[in-house]
């Protein structure tokens, strides 16, 4: 049987039944007919990950069908606020649930062969099909089981996931997805939703389709909640699901921070003694972490000429390893004298794969090409500092790790020119704006305040307390009290 223009109207009722394969007699007589089509034919999505990000549900409806229907004699049409009491009866049916009015339907329409559109409600014209009229959700039922008497085998949404911010707004969509299992993701990011992850895990490597526009990069997010291990403290995103507590140093240089005052193992605990001062004050959990020193701000040029003394990754692996075994965390933080931050963080490439290790760029000490350190004060344009933030991403990524901390140690306004270029919207870092002065508390409060104009609010903020040069320094208690509440503390 020949179809023109893509909708002729069948004029029996075996015709619109499920029959794949099978042969039949013709209506009008005792010769054998070709087999019909099937009334719906579901079809996979093509990827592994599909985003429909149509602005409105009901194009969304439309797109879903559009990827999950290869043909469907039969539709719904109702009016969008009346589509709750129909999702069921599509569901149940195998049939798309779409709007009436919706753009691109009577294209849809074509596309479906669509021969009956079964319509709640007021009927939208010249839509090509039959259409059958119906007042109540039971009427609807009603047609669908005189156009479909057989249901199809082939379920549409069968093993397919499907995620949507708000199942309410999407329930055409949903309803048109058939049997797909929905998960409602109401932040847009998987990766911040412990029952959402632990859903996701238990439905294996399911295609899934994304509903919406506006998800922080879901072919990335939704990846990591299926398979990432997990940030020490839990989940796969760094703030707000925690504090970090953290001491800062290099191996075995005691005068440049308290965690190079012992080997990995004591400093394991003596993080652990800083984080319990800090627990019971808060209502998160508070993750202990090393900040180490990996490049380290010289006197002297050094055989490269870039006044910065590079440790080797053999070097800091046993702090990388120790932490990591503890539940906690790693910054390396980068001194880089004369040359870039970008060319010393890739030296780090190895330790930067670990799950659970992080990245801070320390810009007093970024020389310019005739200056030497404590005769010059350093500094970092935006743009270097978010080429860095763009190749750390990027690590991050492609290798399907949870999200990394990236840190700016900043306690001037001119350690970081432009700062408002570095982007805080790349779902593979968390930016953080660490001031790290020292001095009075009242003036350390001061230059907290300063940075914090006008900043972006995406941003996290670290606070340092010294030991030393601190007078005084201020208490666990005190620390917290300041406002807003650091996200990271260090030692020094």
Request: proline share 8%.
């Amino acid at each position: 049987m020949s179809v023109t223009g893509g909708r002729a109207r069948r004029t029996c009722a075996a015709l619109v039944a499920v029959a794949l394969l099978v042969t039949t007699q013709a209506c009008t007589g005792g010769e054998t007919a070709d087999p019909p089509a099937a009334a719906v034919e579901a079809q996979q999505p093509d990827e592994a990950l599909t985003v429909v990000a149509d602005d409105t549900a009901a194009a969304r409806a439309v797109s879903v069908s559009r990827l999950l229907y290869a043909r469907s004699a039969v539709v719904v049409l109702t009016p969008q606020d009346r589509a709750a009491e129909l999702a069921d009866v599509a569901r149940e049916h195998g049939v798309p649930l779409l709007a009436s009015g919706s753009p691109g339907l009577a294209d849809e329409l074509d596309r479906l062969g669509t021969e009956s559109a079964v319509v709640l409600g007021e009927p939208q014209p010249d839509l090509g099909v039959d259409v059958v009229a119906a007042a109540t959700a039971d009427d609807v039922v009603r047609q669908l089981t005189d156009l479909l008497p057989t249901a199809d085998p082939a379920a549409p949404g069968e093993g397919l996931v499907i995620l949507t911010r708000d199942a309410g707004a999407d329930v055409l969509a949903l309803a048109t997805a058939g049997q797909a299992e929905v998960v409602a993701v109401p932040s847009g990011d998987p990766r911040t939703d412990p029952a959402v992850v632990q859903r996701l895990r238990s439905l294996g490597d399911r295609p899934a389709v994304v509903l919406g526009p506006g998800w922080p990069d879901p072919a990335y997010t939704v990846q990591v909640a299926r398979t990432a291990e997990e940030l020490p403290g839990g989940g796969h995103t760094i703030f707000p699901g925690r504090h970090v507590v953290a001491l800062y140093g290099s191996p075995d240089t005691p005068a440049l921070g308290v965690l190079g005052e012992q080997d990995p193992a004591a400093a394991v605990v003596r993080t652990q003694q800083t984080v319990d001062q800090y627990a019971p004050l808060s209502d998160r959990p508070v993750v202990g972490a090393f900040e180490i020193i990996v490049t380290i701000a010289d006197a002297d040029a050094g055989p490269d000429g870039d006044y910065s003394r590079e440790l080797p990754v053999e070097t800091i692996r046993p702090w990388v390893d120790a932490a990591g075994e503890a539940g906690m965390y790693v910054i390396l933080d980068l001194q880089p004298g004369r040359t870039d931050f970008l060319t010393q963080a890739k030296r780090y490439t190895d330790l930067l794969l670990e799950p659970h290790v992080g990245l801070a760029l320390d810009p007093e000490w970024r020389l310019g090409p005739d200056q030497v350190h404590l005769r010059q004060f350093g500094s970092v344009t935006g743009a270097e500092a978010d080429a860095v933030a763009a190749w750390l991403a990027d690590l991050t990524r492609e290798n399907d790790l949870p999200q990394k901390m990236f840190v700016l140690h900043q306690f001037a306004a001119s350690m970081i020119t432009n700062r408002e270029v570095i982007r805080t919207d790349r779902p593979e870092l968390q930016v953080v704006v660490h001031v790290d002065g020292q001095g009075t508390p009242g003036g350390k409060v001061g230059t907290w305040n300063l940075l914090r104009q006008g900043a972006d609010p995406a941003l996290a903020w670290g606070w340092k307390n010294f030991f030393d040069e601190d007078r005084p320094m201020l208490t666990p208690e005190q620390t917290w009290a300041v406002q807003p509440r650091p996200d990271l503390v260090t030692y020094q």
